[in-house]
């Protein structure tokens, strides 16, 4: 093991050991020893150790608020011959100056940065410049920003096409066919005498059924608008169990509250719209223009669609506006409890350190304790439910 205090030159598989000594010291809050380890490796040979020295000389400087100091070591790891990690460099330094209200400073850092950074890099890099050419009032350059962010970045939404293309299928053969639309309802609507029976699964199947062709149409282009921002934004595990969830609170709902059976994916479709809604104003995530503009009316959308459900209501059609309001209750609750996966204006240029990449175990508890509130709801409302029909 090698002696941070030993002189003379070190070899590159001694400088790799304190190197990671110097990490793990990081690691464990001992920053002003950790400062040390990374000091020895200053000039190194290597200049991949040399600019990783001086990342870590910046991050304990910024830990043992010395900005001024922090400031210094990324200009010179930023400076540095170009490595693996200059990027990193240019990233830590553009941030720094967001944060000292430099945003030109910022935006030619970011520049820098997203020129040297990983594929996998450049999307979020990409939105960081798009929002800081929109601050400058850079319109034009904004919106390449945000479409290379889009481009680069954006996952395809493969279960909202899965969604669309199973529920389209099934909705098609139902309208082609009475007999084949009385099965597919014995098989998935939602039959609250059957819930009452065990079925709990109608409440989630019921998104596949549809009352004909303008009920499936309506529902089906929703979905194929919120659902990809949705997704993109987190993924396509949580977006399936956030589709999952809402169908299944919109469906408690109308199974509490209205006495008629019910199809259609409208409640879960209002969940997403729900997420999107309370997402957009807690975490505000970077987005591109598609997706802004978009984003821009979801309210005036769920509004609209709520008065125009309830008019129809009150009109004498059969409208489950009791699963729209469960769906975007559930929605809004998820959207606050769960932080997008990409960068937002709230992390996107925060302190070293200060943002990890996953949830700390504060905001992680409090979103399982969240989620078992909503669980604990709908458990509370199948008992309601079950009560009245048995």
């Given at each position: 093991m090698s002696d941070p205090n030993q002189p003379g030159p070190l070899d590159r598989a001694a400088a790799a050991d304190l190197l990671a000594r110097a990490d793990a010291l990081v690691g464990s809050g001992e920053f002003a020893v950790a400062e040390s380890y990374y000091?020895?490796?200053i000039g190194a040979g290597d200049a991949t150790i040399h600019v990783a020295a001086l990342l870590g000389i910046a991050e304990c400087r910024y830990r043992l608020d010395d900005e001024p100091g922090a400031r210094a070591a990324w200009e010179s790891a930023a400076g540095a011959p170009e490595t693996a990690l200059s990027w990193l460099a240019w990233?830590?330094?553009?941030?720094?100056?967001?944060?000292?209200?430099?945003?030109?400073?910022?935006?030619?850092?970011?520049?820098?940065?997203?020129?040297?950074?990983?594929?996998?890099?450049?999307?979020?890099?990409?939105?960081?410049?798009?929002?800081?050419?929109?601050?400058?009032?850079?319109?034009?350059?904004?919106?390449?920003?945000?479409?290379?962010?889009?481009?680069?970045?954006?996952?395809?939404?493969?279960?909202?096409w899965a969604l669309l293309a199973v529920t389209i299928g099934i909705g098609f053969s139902s309208i082609l066919s009475p007999d084949s639309q009385a099965f597919w309802f014995t098989l998935f609507g939602l039959d609250k005498q059957a819930v009452a029976g065990g079925e709990l699964y109608r409440l989630f199947t019921v998104v596949f059924v549809h009352a004909g062709l303008i009920h499936l149409a309506g529902n089906m282009y929703a979905l194929y608008l919120v659902g990809p921002l949705v997704e993109g934004l987190y993924g396509h595990t949580r977006f399936l169990a956030f589709y999952v969830f809402?169908?299944?609170?919109?469906?408690?709902?109308?199974?509490?509250?209205?006495?008629?059976?019910?199809?259609?994916?409208?409640?879960?479709?209002?969940?997403?719209f729900g997420v999107l809604f309370v997402v957009l104003r807690v975490h505000r995530p970077l987005l591109g223009r598609a997706a802004r503009n978009l984003a821009s009316q979801v309210g005036a959308l769920i509004v609209l669609n709520l008065i125009l459900g309830?008019?129809?209501?009150?009109?004498?059609?059969?409208?489950?506006?009791?699963?729209?309001?469960?769906?975007?209750?559930?929605?809004?609750?998820?959207?606050?409890?769960?932080?997008?996966?990409?960068?937002?204006?709230?992390?996107?240029?925060?302190?070293?350190?200060?943002?990890?990449?996953?949830?700390?175990?504060?905001?992680?508890?409090?979103?399982?304790?969240?989620?078992?509130?909503?669980?604990?709801a709908i458990g509370f409302g199948l008992v309601l439910g079950t009560a009245a029909r048995v």
């Open positions: 000091g020895r490796l990233k830590r330094l553009a941030a720094d100056r967001v944060r000292a209200g430099d945003l030109r400073g910022a935006l030619d850092a970011y520049r820098q940065a997203e020129a040297r950074a990983p594929a996998d890099e450049r999307a979020e890099l990409a939105s960081r410049l798009g929002w800081l050419n929109k601050e400058l009032g850079n319109g034009n350059a904004a919106e390449r920003a945000f479409g290379r962010a889009r481009r680069s970045g954006a996952p395809t939404p493969i279960v909202t809402t169908a299944i609170a919109a469906s408690t709902a109308s199974y509490v509250l209205v006495h008629e059976d019910a199809v259609g994916a409208s409640g879960a479709i209002f969940g997403l309830f008019g129809l209501m009150g009109a004498g059609f059969g409208i489950d506006n009791a699963a729209h309001v469960g769906g975007l209750l559930a929605g809004a609750w998820l959207g606050l409890l769960i932080a997008p996966r990409m960068a937002t204006l709230r992390n996107a240029f925060a302190r070293p350190g200060t943002a990890p990449e996953g949830p700390g175990t504060t905001a992680l508890l409090v979103s399982v304790a969240g989620i078992l509130a909503l669980l604990a």
